[in-house]
């Protein structure tokens, strides 16, 4: 199983709202990414965990929250976001980095958020 | 982090050879070059990756030039559902960081 799914496809919110996005793999990665994807653009990277640790936080805004529950499953939540945080969120997995290693990342299809 | 340039768009007609080429002049000696491509409506996927040496797989070759400063990503036969949005990448072997360049548009065909 080569697969990593995101949950919902879609997701319409207003600016006070809370919602979560979710991401599964069951490929063992321990590694997991989240991107941030607007339309014509390339993805931009936000969040790594690494382990279930939190890696690297690109400087994004604290509307934004990540969570890795598990090695399988992570998660972002979303608080009081902007109409400009509307894009397509994209989730990663692969194996972790070790000494002289590359891993390839495996994308997701993503979830379109739409801001209102 | 280096960076990389790429064409916007190219066109091939299908069943052709498609040559798509990558700039990177900043590489550093620790950087991996990767193409990942993103068909309409999905997440991207992984082509292909090398460090010094041509590379061939499945899916593609990667030519690397001798002072790495530019590379090729070369799709043999090109078919309707190799229409895509084609990145070229540098990562430091070091680093989780991918940073996707512009990426080429690739129109193809029939």
């Known amino acids: ?116 | 982090d280096a960076k990389t340039t790429q064409p916007n768009s190219m066109e091939s007609n299908e069943e052709e050879p498609v040559h798509l080429p990558c700039n990177h002049s900043t590489i550093s000696g620790t950087d991996y070059i990767h193409w990942y491509r993103q068909l309409p409506s999905q997440g991207p996927e992984y082509v292909i990756h090398g460090l010094t040496s041509n590379v061939n797989n499945r899916m593609a070759s990667l030519a690397i030039a001798e002072d790495r400063k530019s590379s090729t990503l070369i799709l043999h036969r090109a078919t309707l559902r190799d229409a895509a949005v084609y990145y070229c990448i540098l990562r430091d072997y070091g680093t989780y960081k991918y940073i996707f360049g512009t990426g080429t548009r690739l129109k193809v065909l029939a």
Request: with cysteine.
């Open chain 1, 1 to 116: 199983d080569t697969e990593v799914t995101q949950t919902p496809k879609h997701l319409v919110m207003g600016m006070t709202n809370k919602k979560s996005l979710k991401c599964e793999q069951h490929m063992g990665h321990r590694a997991m990414y989240w991107y941030k994807q607007k339309a014509k653009k390339p993805p931009e990277l936000m969040f790594v965990y690494s382990y279930e640790k939190l890696s690297i936080n690109e400087s994004v805004p604290s509307r934004f929250s990540p969570e890795c529950p598990n090695s399988s499953l992570l998660n972002l939540h979303l608080h009081a976001l902007q109409p400009e945080d509307s894009a397509l969120y994209l989730c990663a997995s692969s194996h972790p980095k070790t000494s002289g290693s590359i891993y390839e990342q495996y994308f997701g299809p993503g979830t379109r958020l739409t801001v209102t």
